[in-house]
């Protein structure tokens, strides 16, 4: 695999749940932070929440309490549990894996992105 796949958009409508999920198994064997961004229609890309490998985890205050960010080392993957859906939800979210070790095994700050997947929130 040479980027995350991600899976698990669609369309909703407010207050409606959606569960993402993004495979990343590049360097499975090296301990890496995998965080889920998201870009609006003619908006910038922007953070939503991350996690490390050993499962501290960091949201944006605009979905605090709202999503819940989680991860299986086992499966390569992470998820992104999103309640309470709003219309300014709506965007492409991607997967961005970053690499942490740093060992002659684990490039430390290599970067990997998916190519996303589309969420939409209708009102």
């Known amino acids: 695999q040479v980027r995350p796949v991600e899976s698990g958009g669609g369309s909703v409508q407010a207050g409606g749940s959606l569960k993402l999920s993004c495979v990343a198994s590049?360097?499975?064997?090296?301990?890496?932070?995998l965080t889920w961004f998201r870009q609006g229609p003619g908006k910038e890309r922007e953070f939503v929440s991350s996690?490390?490998?050993?499962?501290?985890?960091s949201y944006a205050d605009s979905v605090k309490g709202r999503f819940t960010i989680s991860r299986d080392n086992a499966k390569n993957t992470v998820y992104l549990q999103m309640n309470s859906l709003k219309p300014e939800d709506t965007a492409m979210y991607y997967c961005?894996?970053?690499?942490?070790?740093?060992?002659?095994?684990?490039?430390?700050?290599?970067?990997?992105w998916g190519q996303g997947t589309q969420v939409t929130v209708s009102s």
């Open positions: 961005k894996k970053r690499v942490s070790d740093s060992n002659y095994l684990c490039p430390s700050g290599s970067t990997y």
């Open positions: 996690i490390d490998t050993d499962g501290s985890a």
């Open positions: 590049m360097y499975a064997y090296c301990r890496s932070d």
